[in-house]
């Protein structure tokens, strides 16, 4: 399953070609004649560490007692406040089951690119490297189908074979499997904060209706020191993901990079920006990237819980340090600023006492 680095295939998007533009743009803007690629961005990669991820096995928030599952609920927190991300076993996703979509999005990922961009799994669902990118800081190395969930029954599409039953059907069948991680994670966050965990993320305006499933794929690069996924913050309240053994995902802590090493029994679960809001910085939504693999390509599948465009992101207790803002005008703000600016702000332009114009 292994892409070549050497030679991009009629399957693969143009990356090279966007590489290559973003390149010239830079050495362009430079002044100063030749600047390596690897050199532009190798401060991205200079301390990047090896550590283990916070682990909980999620069977102890159901079994045992009281004090076993209490033990398990504030190592969630702890997680969550000190890593923001950490990972997740006894999460009730089969093997199988997960296996089954990898294959799947093999099948789909390995279609004819001009196919993939037509595609009507879900209209205008594909998405490859970055449209906005004006830098190679700014170039992300990959493809992806974005899907609302709500979508991912309907029947349109004028590409019957990237809208088959059996990719529709495995994908429901994860998204159902996350969306219970999902929803048994952000109500014991919820729960140590003070709130009543039971309504917690419905309370928030989540459901089956307002989430997605994004599956990705990393081509291999021929490029050194060049990003999968540019460094970044999720726009949700939590995502859930799978990942192959491939490796390449590191996270922001402290001051360095900690590359995370795949787990094959394991989900990473990371706070998302609205949980932070909502927690009033309890919870630490953090920097995170995907490297790009020379050799191989690279597979995930990643759960936003979302809530719906009108949801107010409210808090667990006040004094809150951020306006009231809802989820639609949170989303409008990040693709200004990154229309505007080429990067994400976030939740800075949305504190009482913020800066930024």
């Known amino acids: ?183 048994t994670v952000a109500g014991t966050l919820a729960r140590n904060l003070g709130h009543a965990g039971s309504t917690f993320p419905a309370a928030a305006g989540c459901d089956g209706t307002t989430c997605f499933l994004r599956l990705n794929r990393y081509p291999a690069c021929p490029f050194a020191d060049t990003f999968g996924m540019v460094p970044h913050t999720d726009s949700d309240f939590l995502t859930i993901v799978c990942q192959d053994q491939v490796g390449g995902l590191e996270i922001m802590n402290g001051s360095h990079w900690v590359a995370v090493k795949p787990h094959p029994d394991a989900l990473v679960v990371n706070v998302g920006d609205l949980f932070q809001a909502w927690s009033n910085n309890r919870y630490k939504s953090v920097e995170h990237k995907v490297v790009a693999n020379s050799k191989a390509e690279r597979f995930s599948i990643a759960y936003f819980l979302c809530p719906s465009h009108d949801s107010l992101i409210g808090t667990c207790g006040k004094p809150s340090p951020y306006r009231p803002f809802t989820f639609g005008e949170y989303r409008r703000k990040v693709q200004d600023d990154v229309r505007q600016t080429g990067k994400k702000i976030g939740l800075p332009n949305f504190l009482k006492c913020s800066t930024i114009s």
């Open 1 to 183: 399953m292994a892409a070549s680095a050497e030679v991009a295939t009629t399957n693969d998007p143009p990356l090279v070609d966007s590489y290559c533009a973003l390149l010239l743009g830079d050495e362009l803007g430079s002044g100063s004649g030749f600047v390596p690629a690897p050199q532009a961005l190798s401060a991205e990669s200079l301390t990047v560490l090896q550590r283990d991820l916070p682990m909980i096995d999620l069977k102890c928030l159901t079994s045992g007692e009281a004090r076993e599952r209490d033990v398990c609920a504030d190592a969630m927190a702890s997680a969550a406040s000190e890593w923001g991300f950490f990972q997740v076993t006894s999460h009730g996703v089969r093997r199988e089951l997960l296996e089954g979509m990898r294959r799947e999005q093999a099948v789909l990922f390995h279609q004819p690119f001009d196919t993939k961009e037509k595609a009507g799994l879900v209209d205008g669902s594909y998405r490859w490297g970055n449209p906005t990118a004006t830098s190679l800081r700014q170039l992300s190395w990959s493809e992806a189908f974005h899907v609302p969930l709500a979508s991912i029954c309907g029947e349109d599409g004028e590409h019957a074979q990237l809208s088959s039953l059996s990719l529709r059907g495995v994908m429901q069948e994860v998204a159902d499997a996350m969306s219970r991680v999902a929803d």
